[in-house]
């Protein structure tokens, strides 16, 4: 039997819980509010090609876009038409879903503004940067500044005490660890910056912030061959371009699909996106016309090895070490290049202009098979 101070405070006790249960439960989104994120990843050299179909892919994904460029104005008249198409073709009118597209003025060369890109933006979202999309470089891009520092910087500041990222995704180039390989040899070339050393240097810095068990995941894409998309498409009408080619990073043969048809922009941005969820630490070769659809990830873990497990990227250089050994290896591509000219010289003052230069042609292919058969595999 109930005792008569139990019936008379019975109604006071229920009202007191039903207040302390709705307080705690309000309490409860409010914290949720505050301490459960969204996955925002930064992005760089979103403006670019490749750039703009990353981040309209990562925004239907339903990842939030923070736009790291030069110049905030034309990035948001480029991008923020992507956000509104979005919103358009979305049914839910829940603006709550819609994902965040923010926008931060800065250079990848720069230490203090690739710091700055790190902190949180907005006012009305508590939202730390969860995954870094490097896809800045390109075309007239300087590559030490960009694909060298540049990553330096995105590394350092992902790698931090206390960093909420837990992936780095950048867009690197086919045959950066082989300098002497043909299409490091013409690409270092044209440039001053000897780009493939940039290119692995790079690489190097996602790799060592991974050593340091700092960064818990990151795949670096080693792109092979890339196209406009109009290009690929004028080339190769009959080509699929839906599919990829996966290999292990630096296996890629110069005349190989890397080399033609290679890829377009569309395939390597599907490519990056698929990447940003993908556990582990990769360093990949990818490029088009092969066996795997551009939106599975799943053939990471089934067909890939990761880095800590594989050969691939084992001994570790220094910056100098590094554009020693490629600068050494244009150096032995002028003497062989000399020695040919020499000889092409001889061989027309011999047998003339026409049977000459027929037996230079012949000498010249020798001499390129004989340096893919025994030199183009030399490592950094």
């Not at 940067?129 to 300087?142: I, L």
């Not at 698929?274 to 990949?284: D, E, F, I, K, L």
């Not at 092969?290 to 084992?314: C, F, H, I, K, W």
Request: net charge negative; with cysteine; proline share 4%.
């Amino acid at each position: 039997m109930m005792h008569p101070l139990h019936r008379r405070y019975t109604p006071l006790i229920l009202f007191l819980a039903i207040i302390i249960t709705v307080a705690h439960g309000f309490s409860a989104r409010i914290s949720s509010s505050t301490t459960s994120h969204p996955p925002l990843a930064l992005v760089t050299g979103g403006t670019g090609r490749t750039g703009q179909v990353v981040t309209q892919l990562l925004l239907q994904k339903g990842l939030g876009v923070r736009i790291l460029a030069r110049n905030v104005t034309q990035a948001q008249q480029i991008l923020e038409p992507l956000l509104t198409k979005l919103k358009e073709n979305n049914d839910d009118d829940d603006d709550d879903d819609t994902p965040v597209l923010e926008f931060c003025q800065g250079d990848v060369g720069n230490a203090t503004a690739v710091q700055a890109a790190f902190v949180v933006k907005s006012t009305t979202t508590t939202t730390p940067v969860t995954h870094v999309v490097f896809c800045a470089g390109g075309d007239n891009a300087d590559y030490y500044a960009v694909n060298y520092r540049g990553v330096v910087h995105c590394a350092q500041q992902a790698s931090q005490d206390g960093s909420s990222v837990q992936q780095m995704v950048v867009i690197s180039t086919a045959w950066a660890s082989k300098p002497y390989s043909i299409a490091s040899l013409l690409f270092n070339t044209l440039f001053d910056t000897i780009p493939m050393a940039c290119h692995f240097l790079g690489e190097e810095a996602v790799r060592q912030a991974s050593r340091d068990d700092c960064l818990p995941n990151y795949v670096i894409l080693r792109a092979g061959g890339l196209n406009s998309d109009e290009r690929y498409a004028e080339k190769y009408p009959n080509v699929d371009a839906t599919r990829l080619t996966y290999q292990q990073g630096d296996s890629f043969e110069f005349l190989g699909p890397a080399g033609r048809p290679g890829m377009c922009r569309t395939q390597l941005a599907h490519a990056v996106a698929t990447a940003v969820n993908v556990p582990g630490r990769y360093t990949v070769e990818v490029t088009g016309s092969g066996p795997v659809d551009m939106d599975d990830a799943t053939v990471y873990p089934q067909r890939l090895v990761q880095d800590d497990e594989s050969n691939g990227a084992a001994k570790q250089y220094s910056e100098g070490e590094v554009f020693d050994i490629h600068r050494q290896a244009l150096v032995e591509l002028r003497s062989v290049g000399m020695g040919a000219l020499i000889a092409g010289i001889a061989l027309i003052a011999r047998w003339g202009w026409g049977q000459g230069l027929l037996a230079v042609v012949a000498v010249d292919a020798v001499l390129v098979g004989v340096w893919s058969q025994f030199y183009a595999n030399r490592q950094t």
